[in-house]
C-alpha cells in the first residue's frame, strides 16, 4: 500500500527549460510535504517543503505546488541547471505520525546541456 | 561541522551473520531514525527514536533492533543478516516539534550474500 507515489521514474529536461516533479499521495491524514534531493552515494538533503494550509511555496528556483483536493503536489525547477540532476524524493507526515515520513519511490532527473 | 555520521560505509555479511550499524549526530537533535532505501521502494522506515531513552517501530522492522545509546547515538542491529537485508541505510534526525527537518547521513551499503 504506497501512500506516495511518484509515478515517472525518471525525467529528462533541456538546460534553462522548467522541470515538473510530481507527486500523488492516498493519505488524507497527511498535512506536511516535503521533497528532498539526493546525489548518488550521498543522503537525501531537504529541498523544500509545505503545510496543508498553503498551496504554493517558493524558494528561488524552486516552487512546490500542492492541490489537496486532487492529493497532488509538484516540484517546479525553473531555470533547471545540469546541476539539478539528481534523485528527487517527495515524502508527506501527518501531524500524528510523531515525525515519520513516508516517502515516494524518487523520480530521476536528468538536465541536459 | 559533520552532521550526521554512519560507519562503516559498505559492508559485505554472509547469510546468518550479525552487524551493528553505527549513526551519531553533532546538532543536538531529539529525534532519529533509521530508514532503508531500495530500488524503485524510496525510503522507508525501520525505526525511530522520538527522544533518548525511547524507540518505536516503524514500517518495516522485522529483522532489526535499535540502540538509542545516548542523545548523539542511535544504532541498529542484524542479528541474522538475510539477503533480502541488502539494501542502503541512512540514518537521519530532526529537532523535536512537527514539521522538523529531517538531516540525513551519508548511508551505509550493506551486501549480505
Known amino acids: 500500500d504506497q501512500q506516495v507515489k511518484q509515478n515517472s521514474p525518471s525525467l529528462s529536461v533541456q538546460e534553462g527549460r522548467i522541470s515538473i516533479l510530481n507527486c500523488d499521495y492516498t493519505?488524507?491524514?497527511?498535512?506536511?510535504f516535503l521533497w528532498y534531493k539526493k546525489y548518488p552515494a550521498e543522503g537525501p538533503t531537504f529541498l523544500i517543503s509545505i503545510s496543508s494550509i498553503k498551496d504554493k511555496n517558493e524558494d528561488g528556483r524552486f516552487t512546490v505546488f500542492l492541490n489537496k483536493s486532487a492529493k497532488h503536489l509538484s516540484l517546479h525547477i525553473v531555470p533547471s541547471q545540469p546541476g539539478d540532476s539528481a534523485v528527487y524524493f517527495c515524502?508527506?507526515?501527518?501531524?500524528?505520525?510523531?515525525?515519520?515520513?513516508?516517502f515516494g519511490q524518487g523520480t530521476r532527473l536528468t538536465i541536459n546541456p | 561541522n559533520a552532521g550526521v555520521t554512519q560507519t562503516p560505509k559498505f559492508q559485505v555479511l554472509k547469510t546468518g551473520q550479525s552487524m551493528t550499524l553505527q549513526c551519531a549526530q553533532d546538532m543536538n537533535h531529539n529525534s532519529m531514525y533509521w530508514y532503508r532505501q531500495d530500488p524503485g521502494m524510496g525510503l522507508r522506515l525501520i525505526y525511530y527514536s522520538a527522544s533518548e531513552g525511547t524507540t518505536d517501530k516503524g514500517e518495516v522492522p522485522n529483522g532489526y533492533n535499535v540502540s538509542r545509546l545516548n542523545k548523539r547515538e542511535f544504532s541498529l542491529r542484524l542479528e541474522s543478516a538475510a539477503p533480502s537485508q541488502t539494501s542502503v541505510y541512512f540514518c537521519?534526525?530532526?529537532?523535536?516539534?512537527?514539521?522538523?527537518?529531517?538531516?540525513f547521513g551519508p548511508g551505509t551499503r550493506l551486501l549480505v550474500l
Open positions: 515524502a508527506a507526515s501527518a501531524r500524528q505520525g510523531a515525525q515519520k515520513l513516508v
Open positions: 493519505n488524507s491524514m497527511f498535512d506536511y
Open positions: 537521519a534526525s530532526s529537532a523535536p516539534g512537527f514539521g522538523e527537518t529531517q538531516y
